[in-house]
T-cell receptor, first 113, second 117 residues
């Protein structure tokens, strides 16, 4: 059967490894999703986004995968670097229009060199 | 550089006093701004949507009389925590979107750490 990635509150990886961070979203009507990175004492920083009519989108070193069947989102970071250490959140747009975002639970990524 | 600025970045106040937090869009006009609060090691929780020239829309469970929001201009929204208590201590973050109103142009401020003693 299809596996669903579990949300982990923390993830520790070695520098150079690939990281996968998972997120489950709540509303099947959500049409837009964003991954944010938050460093200590700062506001969220945009990483990558994806619309609901797509299942994959790639950026520089990052890839977002969307599985609408199980309402699951993942962020893959290639060749993880110490500077990637932060808390990562997925967010969904609640309405068809507008910009109110609902944030999921965060995952703290720790990268050791 | 930062396109959404929050002030102050940190504030300590005594219980029972009121604190005002400002959120400014620096190089664009924002008809809508959003206020979030974040407790330690938790996610951002949407408190309210601030609309320029009209009343804010509060999320369920957020006391509008305690968290006063004013969005008097297209570049400034303020959040006033009235009669603050220690349980109001939190990280408050605002966000605003650019002229297109698109989520893709949504920017977050760097937050305000409120400590109520």
């Amino acid at each position: 059967g299809e596996s669903v990635g579990l949300h982990l509150p923390t993830l520790s990886v070695q520098e150079g490894d690939n990281s996968i961070i998972n997120c489950a979203y709540s509303n099947s009507a959500s049409d837009y999703f964003i991954w944010y990175k938050q460093e200590s004492g700062k506001g969220p920083q945009f990483i990558i986004d994806i619309r609901s009519n797509m299942d994959k989108r790639q950026g520089q070193r990052v890839t977002v995968l969307l599985n609408k069947t199980v309402k699951h989102l993942s962020l893959q970071i290639a060749a993880t670097q110490p500077g990637d250490s932060a808390v990562y959140f997925c967010a969904e747009r609640r309405y068809q229009a507008g910009t109110a975002l609902i944030f999921g639970k965060g995952t703290t990524l720790s990268v050791s060199s | 550089g930062a396109v959404v600025s929050q002030h102050p970045s940190r504030v300590i106040c005594k219980s029972g006093t009121s604190v005002k937090i400002e959120c400014r869009s620096l190089d664009f006009q924002a008809t809508t701004m959003f206020w979030y609060r974040q407790f330690p090691k938790q996610s951002l929780m949407l408190m309210a949507t601030s609309n320029e020239g009209s009343k804010a829309t509060y999320e369920q469970g957020v006391e509008k009389d305690k968290f006063l929001i004013n969005h008097a201009s297209l570049t400034l929204s303020t959040l006033t925590v009235t009669s603050a208590h220690p349980e109001d201590s939190s990280f408050y973050i605002c966000s605003a979107s650019g002229a297109s109103g698109s989520v893709a142009t949504l920017h977050f401020g760097n937050g305000t750490r409120l400590t109520v003693t």
